[in-house]
């Protein structure tokens, strides 16, 4: 444990970052935020990330929060959001809780908190999201509820031609996947149709404010096959129920988006579990679409598979400059992931991430 843990002496300043090494919070612990995302609020970075323990990525602990005014040297703030131990709460220690984000809402004052949520002991079938505010950046979080998401509503661009046919669409009668008539059945709303009244399926997920001040929620749907993009309430705790589908059929999860010179881009991951896969991106005149995809964003050495890490979000910050940020996952060894943090680069327009061993901000 000692690489993790230095009772003798807290870490020293440092000036770089250094994607893929130990990275030391101020009492010298590996910094523990695994599939988080950055907040800021004042002249204050939040990092908020997943726990992780020796064995597994069960939640035993919840969210953790860790704070920095230059990104690179990070104090540990403890656990924002704490798992329960009442049997059969949402959140019950032993639950699966990836990918919580931090958003500050201006009106309401208060720090919202998403995240992808799994009931304990029923393995990926829940495939909520769960929901928790705070006072104050670093908590602690309350946790409000999880559910699905957008029951009994159809997407935006589902007009009365697309939702009747997706009403004549039945899971038993494409129980083979991958074939040219099940790609068409899932790109017309086979599962969506299926899930339609229960609530849509919520994994992998991100959050984004626009220049407007509106929050959007993105996630992965529909047995991981469709991202979703749904729009949430002014106090952002809540879906509005408008929502559009990103590339259906295209397996795309590990959502990260950013808007650079009025174009949004989203850079995903593929779904091979815990193996690392190439990067996906996507682009779009508009929160709403049409979204394009385009080639691998990374370049470098291992950047077939996007470095050995999976994307988890993209930090935007006040001069307009992007940094990409990933999980390079351990999962015999959680607590040992390590993170991926590089600055993205436009050529011609286009982002994107060239690997370096060692950066300044």
């Known amino acids: 444990m000692e690489q993790y843990w230095n009772n003798q002496q807290v870490r020293k300043q440092q000036k770089t970052i250094r994607p893929g090494e130990l990275w030391r919070d101020d009492t010298g612990r590996h910094i523990n935020a695994h599939g988080g995302g950055v907040m800021k609020y004042g002249d204050t970075y939040y990092w908020f990330g997943e ?11 919840g969210v953790m929060c860790y704070a920095s005014k230059d990104l690179v040297n990070w104090r540990n703030c403890g656990v924002a959001l704490s798992v329960s131990d ?8 032993g639950c699966i809780l990836e990918r919580p984000k931090v958003i500050y809402n201006s009106v309401t004052k208060k720090f919202c908190m998403w995240f992808h949520l799994e009931l304990k002991g029923r393995g990926y079938d829940a495939a909520r999201y769960g929901v928790a505010v705070a006072d104050r950046p670093e908590g602690p979080y309350k946790f409000l ?7 009994g509503t159809w997407p935006v661009e589902f007009k009365a031609q697309d939702i009747t046919t997706a009403d004549t669409l039945n899971e038993d009668n494409f129980k083979e996947w991958w074939t040219p008539i099940w790609r068409k ?6 599962i969506l149709k299926r899930d ?33 993009i749904a729009e949430l309430t002014d106090d952002y705790l809540h879906h509005t129920g408008r929502y559009t589908r990103v590339a259906p059929g295209g397996q795309n999860e590990a959502p ?10 989203m850079i995903t991951s593929g779904c091979t579990g815990w193996a690392p896969n190439e990067a996906r991106m996507f682009s779009a005149p508009s929160i709403w679409g049409p979204w394009t995809q385009h080639p691998n964003p990374c370049r470098g050495p291992k950047a077939d598979k996007t470095f050995e890490g999976q994307s988890t979000y993209v930090l935007t910050l006040d001069n307009g400059r992007h940094i990409f940020m990933a999980d390079i996952w351990r999962p015999r060894h959680p607590i040992d992931a390590r993170y991926i943090w590089l600055p993205i680069e436009f050529e011609n327009g286009m982002p994107f991430v060239r690997w370096q061993n060692e950066w300044k901000l």
């Not at 726990?51 to 602990?61: F, G, I």
């Not at 996630?219 to 096959?225: G, I, K, P, T, Y």
């Open 256 to 265: 990260a988006i950013f808007k650079h010179n009025g174009t949004y881009w």
């Open 51 to 61: 726990h992780k323990s020796e064995r597994t990525s069960d939640a035993l602990v």
């Open 185 to 190: 059945a899932v790109n017309q709303g086979l």
């Open 145 to 151: 509820y999880s559910q699905r998401a957008d029951a």
């Open 86 to 93: 009442e049997r059969g709460h949402d959140i019950e220690r």
């Open 196 to 228: 339609f009244a229960t609530g849509q399926m919520s994994r992998d997920m991100t959050l984004y404010i626009d220049d407007d001040g509106k929050a959007y929620h993105i996630f992965s749907s529909e047995e991981n096959l469709t991202l979703h």
